[in-house]
């Protein structure tokens, strides 16, 4: 059982792999994190009870976007499970007036938009509850 958000991140980490990244090609042992924030953020909504929020992040060097997914507790502090991904871009400047909560309403679109953020999450959780078995036996 989780009971805390390090209990929850030691886990995840086990977890995290090509297959649950939404960008397997570019994610690595290196950088395990990397491009895992959304399903990761959507199991620790449905673990911790956290809220998900969205951020659009820029890299000044290739002037290119992306959008980073984390979560926040009751009371409004930021929880950010997959921050480490962008460690190798020390420049990347976080515009938090685009910081946003997602809502049931926009996560049915994003899903809707995007299927494999579904099949990524699903992944995700077998996983997750896989692990989770290991710890109780």
């Given at each position: 059982?989780?009971?805390s958000?390090?209990?929850?991140?030691?886990?995840?980490?086990?977890?995290?792999?090509?297959?649950?990244?939404?960008?397997?090609?570019?994610?690595?042992?290196?950088?395990?994190?990397?491009?895992?924030?959304?399903?990761?953020?959507?199991?620790?909504?449905?673990?911790?009870?956290?809220s998900?929020?969205?951020?659009?992040?820029?890299?000044?060097?290739?002037?290119?976007?992306?959008?980073?997914?984390?979560?926040?507790?009751i009371?409004d502090?930021?929880?950010?499970?997959?921050?480490?991904?962008?460690?190798?871009?020390?420049?990347?400047?976080?515009?938090?007036?685009?910081?946003?909560?997602?809502?049931?309403?926009?996560?049915?679109?994003?899903?809707?938009?995007?299927?494999?953020?579904?099949?990524?999450?699903?992944?995700?959780?077998?996983?997750?509850?896989?692990?989770?078995?290991?710890?109780?036996?």
């Amino acid at each position: 059982m989780i009971t805390s958000e390090n209990d929850f991140i030691r886990t995840i980490e086990k977890c995290w792999s090509r297959e649950t990244a939404m960008d397997p090609h570019n994610r690595s042992e290196q950088n395990p994190s990397y491009s895992q924030c959304l399903a990761t953020a959507l199991l620790a909504r449905d673990e911790l009870w956290l809220s998900v929020y969205v951020e659009k992040l820029i890299d000044p060097t290739t002037t290119t976007s992306r959008y980073h997914f984390f979560n926040k507790d009751i009371h409004d502090k930021d929880i950010r499970f997959c921050e480490e991904q962008f460690t190798h871009m020390p420049d990347i400047q976080i515009h938090k007036q685009r910081e946003r909560i997602i809502d049931e309403d926009h996560l049915g679109i994003i899903i809707e938009r995007n299927p494999e953020v579904q099949k990524k999450y699903d992944i995700l959780k077998k996983k997750f509850q896989s692990e989770l078995e290991k710890i109780i036996r």
